[in-house]
């Protein structure tokens, strides 16, 4: 018995030292994310990151690690848009966690399906995928419903279609690189179902 305790004694030592070692999240300030976002952001993503114009995208309430990333790669080249890339040419490192945790910290309004006929396709493909052409759920990694997985998928639910089919259509033409995962699902897509999948994920909440 005292020889399990010491070693469970040892461990625990262990696990302290190596978390003592491990470097601190970086601090945000939401106030200076506040300011930063309505001298840079307002004009495209509406005051509370609820946009209001179908091809900008809501940035509300979305996971700030994935925030932090588009904005990083925007400035980096990575992911490439003429205007994003002028926007986050002039952010910092800390003026970009600082926006996205105060993005994330604003409350996304629910958005809305169009059409029907294709809202029922979006949901098919959403929820089980297309089997007989290997395109996988997309509830698979961002939810059920559309919430995503923090740090590692984006949130989707009340995501504005035209945005998204943009985005899709982006990462099976090539234009969009930056995730290798979403331009092997896009590929295999066809417009329709492209356009289906987005106006379901528009009314998802």
Known sequence: MKSLAALLTASLLAASAH????????????????ASYAAVCVACHAADGNSTVPLQPNLAQQH???LHKQMVEFK?????DPIMQGFAAALSEEDSRNIAHWLASQKAKPGFAKE???VLMGERIYRGGIPDRQIPACAGCHSPNGAGIPSQYPRLSGQHADYTVKQLVA?????????AQ???VAAKMNDREIKAVSDYIAGLR
């Open 116 to 118: 029907r006929e294709l």
């Open 19 to 34: 978390a003592a070692d491990a470097p601190a999240a970086p601090k945000v300030d939401l106030a200076k994310g506040a």
């Open 182 to 184: 979403m331009t092997g």
């Open 64 to 66: 700030p690690e994935y």
């Open 171 to 179: 990462f099976r033409d090539g234009t969009r690189t930056n995730n």
């Open 76 to 80: 980096s080249g990575v992911r490439k």
